[in-house]
């Protein structure tokens, strides 16, 4: 969905000159009188590659009754709830104005975000207005004029990464709720085989394949439909290491395809049986990782690896060395080329969306955690005290994570740590999952009534010697 923006400021600033000039038209009537426009209007904006649903409102006054202009005001506010972005607009010639200033305080109240664009500031006749607009508090303002349509190239420089962070969120939080189908990302080294892979799952020549090396260049996303199960399926561009990348156009995709990697719920990272898991394979693993992504290897190409357990026993040796914190991740062999073993992949794929999903009860966990304890305790800390904790509990899925309240703990060593990582993902199924372990400190109940009750006793010894000192005859009586 595009963003919506909405034009907001006081009357004759010029609000409607400038919708006009981004839905390139006339849409909207222009008169120097104030006052023209009253009710909001809408319309498609667009700057260079920017697209935007924009809402040209009406000038706004200082009134809450049921006047024309507290009318006016009501109408404009229900438009700026609407938005995701508010372009505040004043006139550059005149300078901030008292009611600019009022409005700047009302704008502080919405959860919006605000760009102040000072308009008429062609040449140097806004200059003045320019400078006093910094005194608003909402960030630096941009000079433009909509009339000659000057500055836009700096409007849209201030736009564009404000509505791509707008649209991650808006993905993130998507991703987190699990609306919608399954995304998953087809990801691997060039010439891998992972456009052949994602044509022998669909049945059809629906992306373009071939000998050459790095034929797909943008992700495509596909809708797809398996078994009943929604899948928006992602082939993305090869990735090689960063140091062979010299073009532009390859920097862009390989950007295109980690961004990919960041918003898919499940990856299948696509390996040549003939190479195997190499270097630049270990790393987009990590990065998969790291992002908290469920992870699927496919070894493609199957039909023409000779010894074929030799190689996987490789393979299999190779993860747990070099991805421990993966540990079981599900391993399909297949050739998208003939078809052999393709029927493995969806169910893996499924296997691990839902491993990703999986939520562990509150009193499975801390009856796992008294065990795990009781058969190995945590180490002395640096000062000979013992490592105590206390509870645990899973804080959220899409990776599972779990907090663990720990009376110190900066001084949990990392080998104990992968101890417990290593006892969740045997005792609760959780193999070949990004796990995320979240230390806390646990509270002390004893500490503050130790504190105060050690207090309490010291004082009171204090008040007895004294008054045992009071009572002491003087010498010689």
């Avoid at 040209?56 to 700026?80: F, K, N, P, V, Y």
């Avoid at 500055?151 to 993905?171: H, M, Q, V, W």
């Avoid at 059809?204 to 928006?232: F, H, K, M, N, Y």
């Avoid at 101890?419 to 199924?429: A, D, I, N, Q």
């Amino acid at each position: 969905m595009p963003k919506t923006i909405a034009i907001i400021g006081r009357p004759n600033v010029g609000k409607s000159t400038l919708f006009n000039r981004l839905v390139g038209r006339r849409a909207a009537l222009v008169h120097d009188e104030p006052g023209v426009t009253r009710d909001w209007r809408e319309g498609v904006g667009e700057i260079a590659d920017l697209s935007f649903r924009l809402i040209d409102t009406a000038g706004l006054e200082d009134a809450d009754d049921d006047s024309l202009g507290g009318r006016i005001r009501r109408q404009t506010e229900g438009a700026l709830v609407q938005a995701d972005v508010a372009l505040f607009l004043l006139d550059g010639r005149a300078g901030v104005t008292p009611v600019d200033e009022h409005f700047a305080d009302w704008l502080r109240r919405f959860d919006k975000s605000v760009l102040v664009v000072a308009n008429k500031c062609e040449g140097n006749a806004g200059a003045a207005g320019l400078n006093e607009a910094y005194g608003l508090g909402l960030g630096d303002p941009i000079p433009i004029s909509a009339e000659h349509g000057q500055g836009l190239a700096l409007l849209y420089e201030a736009l564009a990464p404000l509505l791509d962070s707008l649209a991650e969120a808006e993905l993130s939080e998507d991703l987190d709720k699990g609306d919608g189908p399954i995304r998953l990302a087809v990801v691997g080294r060039p010439n891998v085989g992972k456009s052949t892979l994602v044509n022998a799952l669909l049945g059809q020549e629906r992306v373009l394949t071939g000998p050459e090396a790095g034929i797909t260049r943008d992700s495509i996303a596909i809708s797809w439909e398996c078994e009943g199960q929604a899948v928006e399926l992602v082939d993305t561009a090869g990735l090689r290491r960063r140091a062979r990348v010299t073009e532009k156009l390859e920097k862009l995709a390989a950007e295109d395809s980690k961004r990919t990697i960041r918003f898919a719920q499940v990856v299948a990272l696509v390996l040549d049986g003939s190479v195997m898991l190499e270097k630049q394979d270990l790393g987009i693993a990590s990065q998969v990782v790291d992002e908290g992504r469920a992870l699927v290897i496919v070894v493609t190409k199957w039909d023409l690896v000779g010894e074929k357990q030799d190689a996987m026993t490789r393979l299999r040796d190779r993860i747990e060395r070099s991805l421990p914190q993966v540990r079981g991740v599900p391993v399909v062999t297949l050739s998208g080329l003939t078809g052999h073993n393709l029927d493995r992949f969806m169910p893996a794929v499924l296997g691990a969306f839902a491993v990703w999903n999986r939520r562990v009860p509150t009193g499975a966990l801390n009856g796992w955690l008294e065990e795990v304890i009781a058969k190995h305790p945590p180490p002395l800390t640096s000062l000979k005290r013992r490592l105590r904790i206390r509870y645990a509990t899973q804080t959220k899925t899409r990776p599972p994570t779990f907090a663990l309240f720990v009376n110190r703990p900066s001084e949990l060593p990392d080998s104990y740590r992968r101890y417990l990582e290593k006892g969740l993902r045997e005792s609760f199924e959780l193999q070949g999952t990004p796990l995320r372990l979240v230390l806390r400190k646990g509270e002390n109940p004893y500490a503050n009534k130790g504190k105060s009750g050690s207090k309490g006793k010291s004082a009171k010894r204090g008040r007895t010697a004294k008054a045992g000192r009071r009572r002491q005859p003087a010498r010689g009586a």
